[in-house]
């Protein structure tokens, strides 16, 4: 899709365009829709952005909880799965993934949502540096740091989806 096509669309074409780059939360997209017409790719983002950043804590946190953990072997969306594929969780070892398995388990039981890195450009080692790193966090850290990372993800969707 171009810009121009993009602030073409009625509300729901733009919500069935852009509504999945923050993951299962078209709410997004159908809130920011209203700040057309978007002269770039980072009005467009930052538009959506601003939208989580106005949301209610609960729905922050819906946000947050609607993201699969990283490296899991189930169903993940055709996005979810191309990123991890792309950093090297679908080619963990068996300890790679026992490890990873039981970090996600220590941070989702800590923080209560999944542990969210935008893996763009990252190996599986630096991921799993990152949630060594994070776990020791406050919440009110994490959740402000997860939110961050959301950003990014829907930032590499953007520029994936948009010419």
């Not at 983002?45 to 729905?59: I, K, L």
């Not at 039981?102 to 190996?123: E, I």
Request: aromatic share 8%; net charge neutral; proline share 4%.
């Amino acid at each position: 899709m171009t810009l121009l096509e993009v602030n073409a669309c009625d509300r729901a074409r733009f919500v069935e365009k852009v509504g999945w780059v923050f993951e299962h939360s078209p709410w997004v997209a159908e809130r920011a829709w209203i700040k057309r017409p978007f002269t770039s790719l980072e009005q467009l983002h930052g538009a959506m952005a601003a939208e989580v950043t106005a949301a209610s804590p609960g729905e922050q946190l819906s946000l947050l909880r609607a993201h699969p953990d990283l490296g899991t072997r189930g169903a993940l969306n055709a996005a979810s799965a191309t990123e991890q594929a792309g950093a090297g969780l679908g080619d963990l070892t068996q300890d790679e993934f026992e490890r990873l398995h039981r970090l996600n388990s220590a941070y989702r039981d800590k923080f209560g949502f999944p542990f969210l890195y935008a893996v763009k450009g990252s190996t599986k080692h630096d991921i799993l540096k990152a949630l060594e790193a994070r776990l020791p966090a406050s919440r009110e850290r994490e959740m402000a740091a997860a939110l961050d990372q959301v950003a990014r993800i829907a930032r590499f969707r953007l520029e994936e989806l948009i010419s």
